[in-house]
Nanobody, 124 residues
Framework: QVQLVESGGGLVQAGASLRLSCAASGQTVSSVAMGWFRQAPGKEREFVAVLGGNDEGTIYADSVKGRFTISRDNAKNTVYLQMNSLKPEDTAVYYC?????????????????WGQGTQVTVSS
């Protein structure tokens, strides 16, 4: 059974940085695409970033490009989302997700496994 557990969220001021972690069990993160999504109150869950399996590259949403970086530590079986220059509009619950394939996906339906989410709040 695949389990994803996010951590690292919190309340920060605009311009600050946070690093989210997603610890996986039951799935080797190096071989499958791992993504981050977020959902703000009253809005749909949206794609943030994805890291392809087997080093198949990354894709970022335009809204976070240049500010966020997705990476993984294969030894810890953990995926990270480094978030810099945070803005109030980044406020959301952030979810880690895993695909069953190494191919990157940017739609919610492409992912079969989800974490419980971690809250990120950015004050102005």
């Amino acid at each position: 059974q695949v389990q994803l557990v996010e951590s690292g969220g919190g309340l920060v001021q605009a311009g600050a940085s946070l690093r989210l972690s997603c610890a996986a069990s039951g799935q080797t993160v190096s071989s499958v695409a791992m993504g981050w999504f977020r959902q703000a109150p009253g809005k749909e869950r949206e794609f943030v970033a994805v890291l392809g399996g087997n080093d198949e590259g990354t894709i970022y949403a335009d809204s976070v490009k240049g500010r966020f970086t997705i990476s993984r530590d294969n030894a810890k079986n953990t995926v990270y989302l480094q978030m810099n220059s945070l803005k109030p509009e980044d406020t959301a619950v952030y979810y880690c997700a895993a695909r069953r394939t190494s191919v990157k996906g940017i739609t919610r339906g492409a992912y079969g496994y989800w974490g419980q989410g971690t809250q990120v709040t950015v004050s102005s």
